[in-house]
């Protein structure tokens, strides 16, 4: 059953393709709404819990962005110091941090599927049949761990080069040599050049496919931004008694499309992630 691993992703999925705490605070209050009846709309029947909690995960995940109704809440001088402390801001190596995370999030994710193909093939077609399953498994976990301990500095120089090595030559035997055991060798050596391209481009492409977790949290809060700077503009020289009305309509309209298209991707990116990343990488039939 892999509603255990999907349902925790797709409610961290779903709330970092919102990436707004305000909007998480809207859909946990529509939820309950649904739930209670207090709105009736066929097409949202039975599903109000499932709605509050994508909310509450959205609201939490956009503390953590710092993002809430379009609002930089890092550059929010009445927002509480400590809570900033919590935020993912700033730049990794040059790159967004928040865009970092996302890659990281899915290369953790295609790790997961890979682990689960194996141990889910070998239970099914036997170790035997299975080598350079985990023999890739073998070397994508090992290359992560010992990049890890590298920036570390954990282990010594000859440490490190001798866990490589090791970590060559076992993966190695197992994707190009025993891929097929009782195959000709050169036969598995070819079988395995093939497999190492198809791996390579695939897993490249799948990884970067997770940027849209980044890209869509950024593009709803540029949007919610911009609606607040053109209402703004109509109260730029101080409300009065007709000011407030143009400056009311841009925000509720702004915004309510806005949390529209938002809720719109952040159901089928995530889908797409589980369905087509996921699935994939699973071993799925």
Known sequence: DPTPILAPFYLLFFAMCMGDAGYGLI?????????????????????GPLISVLGAGTLVVGLVLG???GVSLA?????????????ITGDIAGFPAQMVLALGIGVFHICLAMTVKAI?????????E??????????ILGGIILAAVGMTEILSPMAMKIAIIVLAVVSGLAIYIFNTPGRNPLMNIGSGLWDTYNMITGILGDVLS???????????????QAFNILGGMMVSDGFNAINWLPFAIILLLGHTLNLAMS???AFVHPLRLTFVEYFKNAGYE
């Open 27 to 47: 859909l946990i209050l529509f939820g309950l709404g649904v739930t209670k009846k207090w709105i009736n709309i066929d097409m949202f029947k039975n599903i």
């Open 130 to 139: 299975n080598i350079s399953t985990w023999g890739w498994l073998i070397l």
């Open 263 to 265: 809720c719109l991707g």
């Open 75 to 87: 550059d929010a001088a009445w927002y509480p110091a400590v809570l900033k402390k919590f935020m």
């Open 120 to 128: 889910g093939y070998t239970k099914r077609f036997g170790f035997k």
């Open 67 to 69: 993002t809430a109704f």
């Open 210 to 224: 997770y940027i849209r977790l980044y890209a869509l949290g950024l593009a709803g809060g540029m949007l919610g």
